[in-house]
Each structure stands twice: as structure tokens, then as C-alpha cells.
């Protein structure tokens, strides 16, 4: 008996000298349709249980399937997305196996046929780089019910005595994405994995098919990997680790994987081809179902379902309704709107692009836009624990319009910067517009030139070491007489007017 | 043709989610042999490069619109369960994580 | 009056209802008590809905007391098969498994009989899941057939045709995945049409095999059998197969009985050896009256046929074992413990009730379709049968060529004796050998009788098969057969079978109450 443990794990530096990882990833993607992939039932999150069921989604003797138009277009949209090519003819499969929780005791889905095939998706990295990541194919198939275990300690599966299930979200559409292996990816590949789901996320969310999100399991992630060793050809045994459910979560799996798995390869083990759970609790991956001869799913043409064959000029005008690339998106607008990447990563970090852009659209220049939504209200979007800026905005009624309406003020002479971040708290106090707010905290620049001209002289004469300075070309000493006049106009001036007249009287 | 042994049809009556018994198992053995061996006609048939028939009629894009329909009332769901509980079909506990 | 309603014909039934003659409600009286006198004996009915049948009578007559518009066959009574869900009827699809199963829905065909007005006397008798051609592999008994009461009724439909055949429905709704329709029909001497694949939904249908499963009529006469089609046939949006055109006009061609010029092709594949010399001979005088009916005899040839039943029983139980799947102990039917085990698992329950819910040859047939597509050998078997079943297909294509409609026996022998093939599964599947076909390429077949054979005085059956949707085909060619057999005959071939109600006094007395066997919760095995 071997007595290596499979458990272990050694550093990533130590895996990475001796070996390459190789990655598969396969996402679920839960659809947005508003029934089922195979029912009219609805599709609602968080409905109350065994309401949103049928004869057909409850696999009920005789209850037949009816494909869902709109999951078909999903899907294909979702391929040309990936850059995919679409089939001209594809069939649904069974996938024969029982469990409680799939109503059948098979999943219907694609095999050999997929709907979208032979794709990729460029993901952008941290350095700069960017790496492609080929897909596989994209396919079309069912989700299945939910169990609650009852009886064990913690509502795990282990130690329950029994199980009780909800058939709601058996039937809801799942389009499966699958990459191709990924090597080469070295180091960066728990990045490159993080990368590509993100990507994948921004994508989706872009072409409007899923909401996307993570946390209630409409996007689930399974993460394969193996590791090879150094100049080998030949792929190692791999393990799948199953739902691995947040961007940073992938990450982490990847590389907990890779150590474990480096661990047992380093003491001379072989791994074990299985499933594993990642806890993202502890960090930590254990062990699953293992992988056998006796996964024989038995796939066969679906009979119930007539063959999709979508006309291609159908694909071209799905084609057509495609949104920007978010990456491609991503690049057009930071270079219209001048942002260095600095400030160009800030504003995504924030999720500020969709806010910054519509503003922009209304009127506003792109670094007043970043300046009035990424300052003093992102602060208190945090502070009140708010989402993002933009719920946060929504919530308390502020608009792209206040942005254009306080940069027209200021533009327009009235206010001045500080006077302007006056106001703008004022907005986001809910006091009102910029311009009720700044009536009502009776904030003007004076425009009357003789009440500047006049502050001007009292504060050269009160000056006079500074004023020589001056006269003697030093401008720079101008700055002293510019503070001391805002003071004595009580800040209701216009700095560079009175810069301007300064200069006229003293170098002039 | 591969002979089917006991063996063999213990696995797949474990695929099959079947509990056949000693005696079961053995008589199947021998029929299924014998249907087996009837039924291998099909690879002796001119069959080479024919394009398997999966659906008798050629029909294609069968699809509804997205649109909900009315789903059963929970207690019509439920009527049929063995067991029930808190408006979830109660079963017996799972052994594994699918 | 002096017509015997029980005898009567749907049409019949229809113009006495329309003219005020009868009412619904007297004929399903009639048929319910012809029910309770015969079928302790026939076994036909696995449960008697009489209170429900009786209700929708009364509602139908009602309507037509006000003078609404009503389908033509409103108030006909008719028999279900119990594989059609039935909402608030149990469903049983003669197995345990779902013994008190009562469906939270209606299958289509069901839907559009409670739409047409028709009484839903109750549901008939069948082998398990639709597996066999005797009805012996029914969990709850075998039915009788009325011509012989030792004798097989056929299968699986063996409840439809025989509660037809023994008037206690003049309508009857049977399922044919390789001929349970038609060699039920053949030999019980009724009619009945398995309509062409896609024309009748599946919706509602507890599925055999999905690309083989088809509806129909079991009637006493073609025009029925076309009557009943039109009811129940057309698109239905909730069964992906089902073929978008209307109902070929099937009634139209029963009413002329038209064969004039028509091509007759003969199948060289479906004649001759193994079939039962009365039953080759009643074939040969039909195919001489259709002659005489001024239709030419081709003959044509379909070589692939002869692989047709082997790639059947793959095909079948492929798909067989994945629809079964579902019948797991979770969510519906039958839940059993599996003996000795502390606490078991779902997967243990499982594996239990399957093994105790499901008989023999539905357990037989899973085994096999599981091996069928199991990796490594589906391409020897599933994949090689797809295979045929094309060249099939291509062999009908080409008989269509030259040849109308073809014709052949229906069953290759009248009914044998129960426990003669029960034992030799590949005996038992020899019966569908002409019938097959049809269903592997999706065409139309129906069955009439061709009269009594001489050795032993059982009625056969005469198949004809049409090309897909061309189903007004199989009406012309049968109504004109069924015109010159019921000259030569004197009267239809069921007035020469025994009248059953002698026997059952004796075993009605033993018995006391036939509907008390007939029902599913009492039933028992054979």
C-alpha cells in the first residue's frame, strides 16, 4: 500500500520547477430566459418551493419536451460571442445517470453535436499581455432540482439521513462552455483561470443572456487540472474539481490543486482521477466521487427532440445584435477618453464605465465625469456599504445630468473648484440640483472686476517685500498675493482673474 | 460477438438501477444471450457508410416562444410523492455529491 | 328501440344520438353493464371509471338537450389504454410500479376526447409498459380474448382490441410500438390504425420508445377507426414530433372506399414462409377482392425487412431503458425498501423498487437497451440498428415508388394459447415481424380482418401500409376490403364469435360483481 498523502501540498515555487500545469475549464451559464429550457414554467430565483414545476420538468410518465426559442438564440449568440462556429445541424443527447435530484434520471443535453464549436476568448492580464484561450464548444442543456440534506450536522450530504428536494430549477437552461486544455500557462495560470471566468462574466453580462452571478449559482465554474512534468508531452491524470463559485475561488482552486497535486507527484504517487470540492471556507479541495468505467452515461440522440438546424442567414442576423467586445470596449473608450491606464484601471475597478460613459454622452468632459464619480461620492458609496457608485447614485437620485449641470457651472465662471466641491456635496446631501444648491448656499464667484481690482491694491499695498518681488520678475511670488486676496474676497473669487490683475499692475 | 457474462450483467443492472437477485441474474444471462446473438443480424445488414436514422420523420426547429405557462399547484406536484415534507419531495438520503 | 347499442357502431351510436334516438347517457348504461357481465371473464378494463363516464354522458346530453353545436362522435363512449395519462384516473401502464398513480394532467389524445364529448369508460388492459404481444406481461393479469377465452388477446394493446372485439366499447384508444395496435386487432377481429409517425401527439403517452410510440384507433369498423383518427390526430404545440399539416382526410376516403386504379404492392419479405396457411389464405382472397375492387397487384420487395426485428429489439430497448429511468421511487409510484438494509441510501431504494415494481421482460428489455448503448458497444448495436432502420426506411421509399399502399398478414398466426411463447422471449417477438417495419420507418399501417382461418377458426388480419401522412390511403383500401368481406360474410366476422355472456353467468355468480376485478387496486396477477 502506498502511503503517500494525497492531501499534502508543497509550495508553488516548488511545483513550478518541476512541472507545467494544464487547465480545463468548464463554466454553466444559467440563461435569463423567463421559462424553462424544455417548459413553460417559470424561471424566478428564490420562489417558493415546487411552485415553478410541471408534468414536464418533474419528468412525469408521458410529459414531453418543447425546446425554448430564445435559449436556442442565447446559445448561438453566446458562440459567435466566443468567436464559435455555429452548427448547421446539431441533435439534443441524453446523458443517462440517476440521481435524485434530476427529475429523468438522465439530463438532457448535447453530445457530439454541440450547438457552438472550435472558439476563443482573448483574456486580458494584469501585466498588459494577453493570453487566448481556445473553446472547445458551448452546449445546450438542462440544470437539475435542489436537495436540502436533513438530518446531518452542518446540511452537508454526509451524515444526513435524508434529503429533500426542489424541483424549481430542474429545467432551467444551462448553456456548458468548455475550453480547450490551456498549457503554457505556467505561473499564470490560477491568473489566467481567474482571467478567462471574469472575461467570460463581462461577456455574458454584456450580451445580456445571464445575470451572471456567481454567488446565487447562475454561473458555476468546474476547474480540471493536471500537471505534466517538465519538457513531458503527455498529459497527466486530471482532476475536476466541481462549483467553484466566486472569480477569487477559481483562483485559489487552481493553485491549491496544483500544489496538491505536485505534492503526491513529487513523493512518486500517481493521482487519482476524481471529483473534487472546493471549500471556500478553509481554501482547501477534498476528495469526490471517483471518476470510472462506471461513468457510462450512455449518451444517445434525444428522440423527443427534433433536430435544430438554424437557417444561416437566422445566425447572421443574431450575428448583428452582438454588443462591442467588453474588451474591445474597454480600449475604444480609454483612448476617446484620454485616460492614462492608470486611471483607466480605477475606473473599472469601480465600475464606473457605464456611469463615466452615459455622462460623457450627456455632455460632460470624460476627467470631469472621473472626477465628480470617483471622488467624494465613491467615498461614501463605500462608507455606506453601498454595491457601486452607480446603485448608490440611483438610489439617491443623482444623475449624469448633476455632473454636466455642476461642470457647466463651473465652466460658466460661477463657481470655482473648491466651491464647486461645495456644491457637489450639497447634491449628494440631497439638497437638490448643482444650481439650486449653489443659490442656496449663496455660493458665486463675484464677477464685478472693480470689487477685485480693489482687493488687488489693498493687498499690494499691505504687501510690499512681495509685490517687489514681483516687479523684479520673480512671478512665481505672485501665488502669496493670489491667497491673500481670495482671503480678503472671501474665497468667492476667481483665482486666475485675479492672477491675471495681479500680474497687469505689478508687471505691466 | 463478445460473450455476456454474469459479471456483465451485474454491471449493468447496477447502471440500470436494478436489484435482480442471484436467480434473476442467472436465467438473464442465457436470454439475453440468446436475444443478443438473434439481434447481431443488424451488423451482418449492408450498413456501411449508411447514415444512422435517428428520427423516423425530417423534421427540424421545433421550438415554442419564451413565454410562462401556467406551472401545477404544489399539491398536485406533491400528490404522487411516496413521502413529502416542508412542500419538497422527501427522499432517502444520498450517498454522494453528483 | 331494437338496436343493441353495445353492437352498434361509433357511426351508428353518433346518428342515433343526433337524431334523439338514444342518449349518452343510455348507451354508456349499456356498455357499462355489458361490462360488468363479460369482463370478469375478458379482463379487458384495469379500472372502470362508471361514475365518470356516467357524469360526462349526462353533461353532453345536457348540452345537446340545449342545442349546442357538438363533434359528431359527442357522447360515444370509448376505452383508454392505461398508458395515456388520465387527470384524476389512475394510470398504471399495467405495472406495479405505478400501481395508484393518479396523473395531475391529460395526455393530448385524452384532452381532445374530453373536448370532443366522448365518456371515458376506463382503462384497458396492456403488458407491462407496452412490452409483449399478449398481454401475459400485464402486472394485474392477462386479458382474454373474447373469440377464445384460453386464448391471447394480443399485446400490448390486448385490452383495447378486446374490449372492442367483446362490445364493451365501441371505441378504444391503443398505442403501437411495433404493432400493438394492429396484431391486437388482427387477432380479435376489430380494426385498428397505427396513424403515421408524428400525426397522433405523444404528449400524455407513457413513453416506450419515443421514435416509435404512436396512438390510434381500435374500432369494430374502418369508418370508425377513421372518425376516431380525426378526433384524436393533428399538431399539437407539446410534442416537438408531432407533424405540423392537418389530419389527412381519412373519414373522406372511408366514406368512398374508393380503390379504382390503385396500386397494390405485395411485400415478398411479409408472405409465405412462417405464416400460418389460413392466415396466408384469408390474405390472398382479400388482395383477389381488392382485384375485383379494380386495384392492381405489384409486387414488391423490402429486402432490409428481414433485419427489421433485430434492429427493433435494439432500438426499443435503447430507448427503453432511458424513458424508465424516471421510475425511480422519488417523486411518484411505488417506493419499497430494499430488505435488510439499515437506513438505506436513495440509490439503495432505488435499485429495490425497480427490482420489485418492474416485471420480467420490462427488466429483460432495460438490461438489454442498457448493454445496447453502453460505451464500447454502441456502435455494434444501437448504431448498426439506426443503420438499418435507414435502409429500411430506403426500402419503403422504393416500394412507394411502384406501390399505392403494400399489404401483408398482420400477425403471421391467429391467437395462440397463454403460456405458449411466455417462456421463449424471441418466439414471442416473432409476432411482430410484419408489423415492425412500419414503425421503424414512421408510415401508416392499420389492420382489418380477413375472416377465420380454417384450421382453427380465429379471425386474421390484413395489413396495409401507406407512405408517411398519406394516411386517407390505408381508410380507401380498407373500407373497400371491409365492403366485400362483409358481402361474402353475411354481416361482420364478430357476429360469428362466441357470445360471452353465457360463460360469465357462472363465473359472475362465483365472483359477485365484476367490476370488482376489473379494478386496479384489487387486480391481480395472473
Redesign the interface.
Known sequence: MSSIDTEATISYEEVLESFDPVMGLEVHVELG???KMF????TEFGA????????VC???????????????ESAIRIGLALNCEIAQ?C?FA?K?Y????M????QTSQYDEPIAFEGYLDVDLDDGSTYRVEIERAHMEED?GK???V?GSTGR?HG????????NRAGIPLIEIVTKPLRGAGERAPEIARAYVATLRDLLKALDVSDVKMEQGSMRCDVNLSLMPKGSTTLGTRTET?NVNSLRSVERAVRYEMCRHGAILQAGGSILQE?R?WHEDTGVTTS??PKS??D?Y????E????????PQERVEELRATLPEPPAQRRKRLQSDWGFSDLEMRDVLNAGLVDLIGSTVEAGATPAGARKWWSGEIARRANTDGAVDVATYAVERGITPAHVVELEGLVKGGRLNDSMARQVWEGVLDGEGTPTAVADARGLELVQDDGALEAAVDTVIAANPEVAQKVRDGKVQAAGALIGQVMKEMKGQADAGKAREIILAKLTG | MAELTRDDVAHLAGLARIDLSDAELDKMVGELGIILESVAVVQQAPIEGVEPMSHPMPIVNVTRPDVVRPSLAADAVLAGAPAADQQRFSVPRILDED | MTTDLTRASASELADLLASGETSSVEVTRALLARTHDVDTDVHAYLHVDHDGALASARDVDERRGRGEALHQLAGVPIAVKDVLATKGLPTTCGSKILEGWVPPYDATVVARLREAGMPILGKTNMDEFAMGSSTEHSAYGPTRNPWDLDRIPGGSGGGSSAVVASFQAPLAIGTDTGGSIRQPAAVTGTVGTKPTYGGVSRYGLVALASSLDQAGPCTRTVLDAALLHEVIGGHDPMDSTSIDAPVPPVVEAARRADVKGMKIGIVRELTGDGFQAGVQARFDESVQHLVDAGAEVVEVSCPSFTAALAAYYLILPSEASSNLAKFDAMRFGLRVLPEGVDAPSAEQVMAATRDAGFGDEVKRRIILGTYALSSGYYDAYYGSAQKVRRLIADDFARAFETADVLVSPTAPTTAFRFGDKIDDPMAMYLNDIATIPANLAGVPGMSLPSGLADEDGLPAGFQILAPAAADDRLYAVGAALEQRLLASWGGPLLNRAPHLTNASIASADATAGATTSADVTKGEGA
Open positions: 430566459t423567463n421559462t417548459c413553460g414554467c417559470a417558493e418551493p415546487n411552485t415553478q414545476v410541471c408534468p418533474l419528468g412525469l410518465p408521458g410529459a414531453l419536451p418543447v425546446v425554448n426559442e430564445k435559449a436556442v445541424w441533435r441524453r443517462n440517476f440521481y435524485p435530484d427529475p429523468k434520471n438522465f437539475t436537495s436540502l440534506h438530518g450530504i444526513a439521513t435524508h434529503s429533500l428536494v426542489d424541483y466541481k471529483t470540492h469526490g466521487r468505467d462506471a457510462d450512455r449518451y444517445f440522440p428522440p423527443d427532440l427534433v433536430p435544430v438546424a438554424p
